[in-house]
Structure formats: C-alpha cells, structure tokens
C-alpha cells in the first residue's frame, strides 16, 4: 500500500527508493517496518552527529513548543542572539558576526552573495569534487554531482583540480599530494577571470566527493592565493564541523581562518539548523551596501533552541575527543580490512570521517563501483546502513561516518559486518581475498 503511493506520488530525488520504511530511529540504530534494528554508519544524512533523537535535542523541542516556534523574520528571540554568541565564542576573533538560516546549500548561498558584494567580483572558484548543496549559486560550485541537464550554472564559476593523492588529477603525485594541483589550478584561474574574482568556496575535507583530504599546508597556500587576488575564502564545513573530525571546526587543525564559515547539518542535531560566520568588517561593509537575506525561516527560535543543546552536549559530553578515541578504532578496524581484502585501495579521513575506496584491484585502481554497490546492499541486508560515494568512471568510496556518541562495540558491530559483508560479495563473485591468495 504504502509503496504503492511511493511510486505514484514520490518523486524519485537519488534514483529508486528502497522498498521498505523506517518507523524509529534511537542513538545509533535505525529500525524498520520489517523489524530489523540497522546500525547507522551515516549518521542519518550526517546531520545526527549526537546519535538519532538525542534526549536533549527532544527535549529543546518540546521547550520551543511552549515558547515560540516561528517569528517574523525580523524579530528576534532570546534563543537565536545566545546561539549566536556561543557560536561566536567557540571561535577565532576574526568570526563574529553569524546569520542563523536552514541547510547547508542556504549557508553557502548567503557567504557567497555576502563575499560578491563585499569584493565586488563575481567569479568563484570551487574544487573539481566538490558538493556544497544544489541551490542556484551553491549548486553552481557543486562540481561532483547534479550538473546534468539543468543548463548552464552561474557565469564566473570555476573549479580547480581537487587535491586527490590517491588519485592524483594532474597525474603528478603519487600517494602524497605536494600542492603542484593548487598551483597549477590558479595560473588556470588567472587565464579565465575577467577580473572580477570575489571569493573560493571549499570543504576542509571533501566529503562527497570521495572524502579527500587536503594535505598539511593546503589551507594556508590556497588563503595566500586568494588574497592575493583580494578573493574571500569560504570554508564549507557542513560536515566537518562540532566534533566530527576530532576538533569544533576542521579548519583548526589545518592553520587558517577563512573569511567566511559556513557550518549547517551538525549543528542541528537532525533539525534544519545551518549559520553562516563573517567578520565584523566584511558584515559592516555589506551592510553599508544594502545587504538583504531575508528568507521565511532565518533567525527562527525553535531550531536555534536545538542548536544550543546540541553545542551544550557537544562541549559536556567532549564529543571531539570522543570522535578522536573512536577513529583510531574505526581506523585500526577499516586498516586491518585493507589488510586482509585486495579490493580495498586506501583508507582516509580524520576522527570519525572515513572513506574507504574500493578498486578492482590494488596495481591498476581501477574504481570498483559494481562490487562497491554489492557490499553496501549486503551491510544493508546485515543490519549496517553505509554510505557508497559512487562518482561515475571517477571513484567507488565508502563514507563511513557513525554518530560520535555510539560506543567502542558499535564500530566493533559495524566493522564485523562490513567484513561479512565483503567477504559474502566476493565469495558470491568467485573472488578470494587477498589473505586466502596467499595461502593459496
Ligand atoms: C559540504 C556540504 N555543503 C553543503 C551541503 C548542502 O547541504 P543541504 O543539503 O543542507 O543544503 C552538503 C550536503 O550534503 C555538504 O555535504
């Protein structure tokens, strides 16, 4: 019945739906209509970084029922300026001034026509991986997927090679990336701007994309670049920011401030939260020129009330720390299954983002996509959900991403079926691992 009305009413956004609902989700796990209990290794859409339906975040809601929900944009509740200032206070001087707004695409779009009209440019230029969400001007700098068939993106968009190791996109390096793709990617820039530059967009660790990560000294060289070019940085840190990657914001550990901030899914706990970081004197010189974003929910009072129990839960609990504890974890599980399975290319990432790409075998690299969908559909059937980037011809990677409040035996559960799993798939497809080839 109620798939009957999925495929006549449901437009069908990534492909075909799965067949089946879920009814309740709690912590790390998910549960469906057929009475499977499903470890969430993708944190719902990366946003339930407290684990699904945390108590506290329950709790900011039903507050907000008594209080108020939804305001007139230009009224304020108390709620919205204390969220502000803890946000501010949790960073460096030079980011101050924050709008509150939804998702991560709105985030971006709000630092992008702050960064036009402050420089007065309009070019911007993205990385060849990258995802920062698919509205007009967000969309227009999403280089890894939904460019197809919609029609020309905004004039002045530019990308420039993503910093892939791994997979070196100038064919230069080989396992070490050493910045040539950045330089490289800016004379390019320089030959195609008609000299209005306003700003470069980019994720400390590109996520969907493959979940690459920039080498040490990329930040600081790509910040150099841009102000040299009087370009603004953005820094889209819609994944990596409060605790996913072992720090409040990625970009700590990688030895820049960027201009702009744009943090959305894991400030809202699995609500619609996302805020948009300035300087005060990039906010007084838009302001200065007429600065508009209103939209229906900015500065709204129920998800900041959420917002605010999710920082106060992120900073009780030491959830960074505890992203940092568990990766080692993850990461010594995911190392011994690279180990052990020649299919497994490499393994990357940073506190607990991981990505995990599959290849068909080690020497060629070959992307393994057919193999890649087969293990993610028996993780599914095994009680794992997990998160297959599949970039046509370009990589097969798992992201694994469980929320930074599951427990040590959690990424224990999910790295044991993430290893029946393959084992399952390549059996079923007649192939040994790479420990059963040698002692074959
Ligand atoms: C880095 C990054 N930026 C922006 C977005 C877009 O966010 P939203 O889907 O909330 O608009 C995403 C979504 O996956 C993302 O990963």
Redesign the pocket.
Known sequence: MLQDAVERHMIRYIGDFPGFFIERADGAYIYDDRGRKILDFTSG??CATLGHNHPEVVAAIQRSCDRAIHLFSWLLAPEVVELCRELAALLPPQLQKVILLN????A?EAALRMAKLATGGYEVVGLSAS???L?GG?GAVTYSVGRTGTGPALPGSMAIPAPNAYRCPIRHCAGTCDLACLDVGFEQVDQQSTGALAAAIV?PII??GGVIVPPVGYFPRLKELCEARGMLLIL?E??TAFGRVGSNFCFEQDGVVPDFLAV??TLGGGIPL?ATVTSAEIEEDCYQKGFVHVTSHVSDPLPAAVGLAVLEVLRRERLAERAVMLGVRLEAGLRELQQRYEVIGDVRGRGLLWGVELVTDRHSRTPNAALGTKITQRCLALGLSMNIVALPRLASVWRIAPPLTCSGAQIDEGLSILDQAIRDSLQHAGQASTAEQQTA
């Open positions: 859409q990366m998702t991560g695409s709105e971006n995802f920062h969400g509205t967000a994720e996520s969907t889209d819609a994944q959305s899914k996302a």
